[in-house]
């Protein structure tokens, strides 16, 4: 253990923690989204501590928001969102921070953050749905855990190799040195690979597939799925008009992707605009 500036040491500590439960390899086949998801040295588990350790962080280095302009209006729409998800909200802790960048994210853990800049430019509960329903939708396609895989391996070079490692730590209890010293390596990687992994950007598909599992959590809850072609709409001015910083818009799909995308998605939901 390295001891290192305030706190980040929790995050690689759980991090480190989460490459000790190693032995899961291969890819899962998720049903929702359609396709196989590589799941490679992190469990979901060890990615929720790892997200909830990040999330701790946070909420002692950022200033959370009290001011019920936004808490009110977040304590309505995301209870809302993540029941008609499935989801228990007693479960997930969301919360607005004071921070005036155009931003909002979701931790594995079940953990959403909300700036202030992207409340301000929020017209209407949908619109808010529209954001902490793409923000589920990350948590639930465990998609933090399938970019710290991709990271992981890339990192180690064992793309194509994989499966191999995997089953012989995995399911051979004889593996002995040879496992324990494969195990040490990963760590050492993921300590790096899993603290940056939950927060670099995703990439296009991930946030394509947030987008329309975000507005299907909305249809279900009951709120007007074509807002959230408005909010992004905003988005892309606000950004264009540079009145503040665009973290979340710089890392995200082209508008014209996301919004193709969603007007499909929405039109399959059946509100169709
Ligand atoms: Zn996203």
Redesign the pocket.
Known sequence: MHPKAGGRRSVKAAALAAALSLGVAGCAYNEELGRNQLMFGVGEDSMAEAGSAAWQDIKEQQTISRDSRYTERLNRVAPRLLRASGEDPAEWEYLVFEDPTLN???LPGKKIGIHTGIMDIMQNDAQLAAVVG??IA?VEYNHAGERSSQNLLAQLGLVGTSIALGSRCGDNPRAGTDCSQNAQQLAQVLGVGAMYGLILP?SRK??LE??AGGVRYMARAGYDASEALEFWTRMAQASANQERPAE?AS??PATETRIENLRREIAQLGQGT
Request: hydrophobic content about 35%; aromatic content about 22%.
């Open positions: 909002a994210f979701a793409h923000e990350h995703y991930h946030e947030a987008d979340f890392t995200h």
